[in-house]
C-alpha cells in the first residue's frame, strides 16, 4: 500500500487526506498545533474569485475550484451527516478596480447594479456613492464546519493524525524519513500543507544537500463576529479591505486587517476598532450586534503571491501552501490536483 505523509492538517491537508483515503493511500497527517486551529479557523469562508483576481492560471484554477464546491460539500454531508453552512449568495463589490472584461475571459462573471439594485441585493448597506460590481456566482462557506467533517470522513477512512506534533526535519532516503517533536515518521511520499509555517522546514535531499523550500510568510488578519437573531443579509458586501458575510445562523463577520509582524499573536484593540469602523461605514447594522468576538489569523503568503501546488523538481516532495486569503476557496482544486498527481 502506498503512505503519503501530509505535513499540515488545516483544509489543504484534510481535504487531500480525505481523497487520498478514498483512493486506499495510507495517510499520516502531522499538524504542529491542533487540527484545523491556524488560518482554516480563522478564516471567514469567502470563495469569491472576483475580489481575488482578474486573469491567470491561478484565477482560473481558483473559478474551476470554486465550482467544484457544491459537490464536494455535498459528498461531506452524506459521508459524515455533518452540518455545513454554505450557499451560492454573490458579492457585492463597491468600487472594484478589477477589469471585468478579463475577469470574463477567464470565467469570473459580474454585472454592474446601480445604487437601488445595490440596497436591494444588500438591505441595510449605507447608501454610499461609489460603483457597485455583483458577482452572482460567488459562495460562502463556514470553514469550521466544512474542517470538522473532513476531520470525522479522515478518521472513518483510518487516516492518522498527529496533532501537537512540530516537524523539524523532512529527509529525503530510500524513503522519506520525517523528522518531528514527537519522533520520526516515513513514507512512499510527503506533502507540505503547513501553511505559513511551510517554507521554514528543513529539507535534504537523497545526497544529503540541504534544499531551501519556496518562502512563505505569515500576513496576519483580524477579524470581528457579532450576534443576530436571523440573518438579513444574503451577498457578501466588500469595499476595500472592509468586508462583511453573514452566516445562515445571522452570525455576522467582519474583516479584515492585513499585517506584516510575523507570528505576532497579539489582538491589537486598534485593529479591531479599526475593522469595526470599516464594516459599520459600509453595513450600519453591525453596530446592534450582540456578543461581540474577534480572532486573528496568519494567511500563508509567498514572494510573488501564488500558491506553490505540485511536485517539488523530482523529489518524492509535493508542496500545497501559499494560499494567501484562498485556502478555504481552493481547497477542492488543490486535493483534486494532488490527489491525481500522488496516485498516478
Known amino acids: 500500500m502506498k503512505t503519503v505523509i501530509i505535513v499540515g492538517a488545516g483544509i489543504i491537508g484534510l481535504s487531500l487526506a480525505w481523497r487520498l ?6 495517510v499520516t497527517l502531522l499538524e504542529r498545533s491542533a487540527a484545523a486551529g491556524e488560518a482554516s479557523w480563522a478564516a471567514a469562508g469567502m470563495l469569491a474569485p472576483g475580489g481575488e483576481f482578474e486573469s491567470g492560471e491561478t484565477a482560473r484554477f481558483a473559478v474551476e475550484s470554486l465550482r467544484q464546491y457544491p459537490e464536494f460539500v455535498r459528498e461531506l454531508r452524506e459521508a459524515t451527516a455533518c452540518p455545513i453552512d454554505f450557499r451560492i449568495c454573490g458579492t457585492l463589490e463597491i468600487d472594484s478596480h478589477a477589469d471585468p472584461e478579463r475577469q470574463a475571459l477567464n470565467g ?28 452572482p456566482e460567488d459562495a460562502l462557506v463556514d470553514p469550521r464546519e466544512v ?8 478518521r472513518a477512512l483510518g487516516v492518522r493524525l498527529v496533532e501537537h506534533c512540530e516537524v523539524r526535519s523532512i529527509r529525503v532516503a530510500q524513503d522519506v524519513v520525517v523528522d518531528s517533536s514527537q519522533g520520526e515518521f516515513t513514507s512512499d511520499r510527503v506533502v507540505v500543507a503547513a501553511g505559513a509555517w511551510s517554507g521554514l522546514l528543513p529539507l535534504s535531499d537523497s545526497n544529503g544537500v540541504l534544499r531551501q523550500l ?20 444574503d451577498p457578501f458586501v466588500r469595499r476595500g479591505h472592509s468586508y462583511l458575510v453573514q452566516r445562515g445562523s445571522g452570525f455576522a463577520i467582519a474583516g ?9 499573536r497579539t489582538l491589537r484593540p486598534e485593529a479591531v476598532k479599526e475593522v469595526v469602523a470599516g464594516v459599520e461605514a459600509l453595513w450600519p447594522p453591525f453596530a446592534k450586534g450582540m456578543e461581540t468576538q474577534s480572532w486573528l489569523g ?35 482544486g488543490t486535493s483534486a490536483r494532488l490527489t491525481s498527481e500522488l496516485t498516478d
Open 256 to 264: 479584515t486587517t492585513s499585517e506584516n509582524v510575523g507570528f505576532d
Open 214 to 233: 519556496p518562502r512563505t510568510y505569515p500576513v496576519r488578519g483580524v477579524l470581528v463576529g457579532r450576534k443576530f437573531p436571523q440573518r438579513t443579509l
Open 108 to 135: 469570473i462573471r459580474s454585472r454592474l447594479v446601480d445604487l437601488s439594485d445595490a440596497l436591494r441585493l444588500a438591505p441595510g448597506m449605507a447608501p454610499i456613492e461609489g460603483t457597485f460590481r455583483f458577482y
Open 21 to 26: 483515503a478514498q483512493r486506499g493511500i495510507s
Open 147 to 154: 474542517c470538522h467533517a473532513l476531520l470525522t470522513a479522515c
Open 298 to 332: 496568519f494567511r500563508p503568503a509567498t514572494a510573488d503571491g501564488e500558491p506553490h501546488i505540485g511536485r517539488l523538481e523530482r523529489m518524492p516532495v509535493w508542496l500545497a501552501y501559499g494560499h494567501f486569503r484562498n485556502g478555504i476557496l481552493l481547497a477542492p
